[in-house]
Each structure stands twice: as C-alpha cells, then as structure tokens.
C-alpha cells in the first residue's frame, strides 16, 4: 500500500514538473554531446598532430644544420615574423598569390562574410582604424542582416512552403502532416543538391588543390556559418577571373544561406517538431495568465477613470467662464 502511494507520488511529482525533467536531460545530452565530440576530435586530430610537430622539428633541425651560419634564435625571429604575417593574410612565398587582400572585390568578400557571422578569418584589418571600423560595421550590420534575412525567408518560405501544402491539402485532400513531412524532406534534399554538391564539384574543379571532399567541406562549413578558414576559394597562385569568381562566391554564400534558413524554417513548421519542441518549453499557468489579464484590466479601468476625471477637472475650471459669460449675458438683456 505504501509502496503504491510513494510510486503514484513520484509519477504525479514527474508529472507536474515535466517540463523541467525534459529540459535537465536536454542540458545534460548537450554537455555529453559536447564531450563526445571533444574525444573524437581529441583522438582522431591528435596523432596527425604530433606528426606534423615532428616533421617540422626535424626540418627545422636540417635547416639549421644545412647553413650554419644562421642562429636558431635569428630562424625563429624570421618565423615569428612570417607567421604573423600569415595571419593577416600576407604570405612570403614565390607562389603565393600576387593579388591585394583588399581590394574591392575582395573588401566585398570579407563584408558578406562579417554580416553572415562566417568570418574565415584569412584575411583581417591591419590598421586600428579598419578594426574600429569594423566593431560598428558588425554592430549595425550584423542586426540589419538578420533582419534582411528574416524578412526574405519569411516571404519565400509562404511560396514554397506554405502555400504547396495546403494546395496538395486542399486541391486532393492528403494529410498536411504527411504532405509537409514529404515536402520538407523533399527541400532538404533540393537544396542540399543544389548547394552542396553540384557546388562542390565546381569547386573541385577551379581549386586545383581541392578535391570533392573538400570542396563539399568547404561549402558545409561556410553555409552553417562555421567559416574555420582553412579552405577559402580564390586565393591560389594566378587565380583566373579573381574578381568575377570573388564576386560569384559573395552571391553563393548569401543565396545558400537563404536555402539553408529556409529548409531551417520549413523543418520547424512540422507538428511532430513543434510538439517535440514544446516538451523543453516553460508552461505557462492559467492562473498567471488570469492574474496578467485581471492586473491589465484594472490598469486599462484606472487608466479610463483617470481620463474621466481629468475630462470633469477641466470642465469644473471652463464652467465659471461659461457662467460668467452667461450672467453677463441676462444682466446686459435685463437693463435693456
């Protein structure tokens, strides 16, 4: 008996707070999601890793030994030196590319990819000046893009999403829950088509050094907003029609991003999503929403009766005038 009333306790106290159990297996799958991506990462990363560190320090080693007449610590100075400018996207190399970071099509290159948040990070502002410059370009420019894109996908999603589905729903009376699940999936694979890996093959093609499955990384990694840098189009050594191809990527990534938010909306539309969804939501009570609509209420009469009385104040002070007018009025008539 005892045992029966603790099990129905514990399944109502389940209940009641449902939500909040949904939501603490959600952060903890997150935290172990993160764990197992960083062991992953860790395992597969780490020996190419300390492969690279030995085949660097012993070339650096036959360097040294190769011309004495060179100090480690002079090596490491010039090293130093390459590296940072690296970062900034200036290379030494003889083949590297003999093309300006910053000219046009490229400072539009690097915009688009500041107000998508992809920022591969290949190329950066040199002067204090360009960095400022860009804190208040991002500033504005990153909420204007959302915007931007919101309003785009919201009238695309109505013609490709909305109103496809409720014609197969109406015009030959199939389920709109399994018409929207075909349609989405359908999008998904258009798109991923369309976007990833006819795009990806083209890059295979122009990059010399790029095969498909780093092509299809590439455009992966720069539609989800990701942009690690590692591969970026465009920057090889006598690039053909740079400023054209520049341009023509600018135009992907903004189009694929598009795509990518559609597919996004049009997958968030299905029930089975929404219902999935409200599990980690907060419910609201019905007493709160009463006890909202009663204080609105009481804000809304206070406020009316104010205005009433604000009306009766400036009548009180306009009467006396009247009156006055009034009786000077009868009095004028009266002598007359």
């Known amino acids: 008996m005892l045992q029966s009333l603790a099990g129905s306790s514990c399944v109502r106290l389940?209940?009641?707070?449902?939500?909040?159990?949904?939501?603490?297996?959600?952060?903890?799958?997150?935290?172990?999601?993160?764990?197992?991506?960083?062991?992953v990462f860790s395992s597969v990363e780490l020996p190419y890793e300390d492969l690279l560190r030995?085949?660097?320090?012993?070339?650096k080693q036959r360097f040294l030994e190769e011309h004495k007449c060179l100090s480690e610590q002079q090596l490491e100075q010039f090293l130093v030196r390459v590296l940072e400018a690296s970062n900034y996207g200036v290379s030494v190399l003889s083949n590297a590319s003999g093309n300006w970071n910053w000219d046009f099509t490229?400072?539009?290159?690097?915009?688009?990819?500041v107000l998508s948040t992809t920022g591969y990070g290949h190329t950066v502002p040199l002067s204090d000046g360009g960095k400022a410059f860009c804190i208040i370009y991002s500033v504005i420019g990153i909420p204007f893009t959302l915007l931007f894109l919101t309003a785009v996908v919201q009238r695309i999603t109505v013609h490709v999403t909305r109103r496809p589905?409720?014609?197969?729903?109406?015009?030959w009376g199939f389920s709109k829950q399994l018409v929207a699940i075909i349609h989405a999936v359908l999008l998904g694979f258009v798109t991923v088509s369309c976007f990833f890996f006819i795009p990806a093959?083209?890059?295979?093609?122009?990059?010399?050094d790029w095969n498909f499955l780093?092509?299809?990384?590439?455009?992966?990694?720069?539609?989800?907003?990701?942009?690690?840098?590692?591969?970026?189009?465009?920057?090889?050594?006598n690039q053909k029609f740079r400023e054209l191809y520049k341009i023509g990527i600018t135009c992907y990534l903004?189009?694929?991003?598009?795509?990518?938010?559609?597919?996004?909306?049009?997958?968030?539309?299905?029930h089975e999503l929404k219902k999935f969804r409200k599990m980690f939501y907060v419910k609201k009570d019905k007493d709160e929403d009463q006890v909202h609509i009663m204080e609105h209420d009481q804000l809304s009469f206070s406020s009316i009766t104010d205005q009433a009385a604000g009306l009766k104040e400036d009548q009180k002070q306009n009467e006396p005038f009247v009156t006055a007018q009034s009786s000077t009025y009868t009095e004028g008539s009266a002598n007359n």
């Open 214 to 237: 780093e092509s299809f990384y590439f455009c992966f990694i720069s539609l989800s907003t990701i942009g690690l840098g590692d591969y970026v189009p465009g920057e090889g050594y």
């Open 54 to 59: 030995q085949e660097l320090r012993k070339l």
């Open 254 to 270: 903004l189009l694929g991003l598009i795509a990518m938010l559609v597919v996004l909306e049009t997958f968030c539309e299905l």
């Open 201 to 208: 093959a083209v890059f295979s093609i122009l990059e010399d």
């Open 165 to 171: 589905v409720l014609y197969f729903h109406i015009r």
């Open 14 to 39: 389940v209940e009641r707070h449902r939500s909040a159990w949904c939501f603490a297996f959600l952060v903890l799958g997150y935290l172990l999601y993160l764990v197992f991506g960083a062991v």
């Open 106 to 113: 490229s400072a539009l290159f690097f915009a688009s990819t």
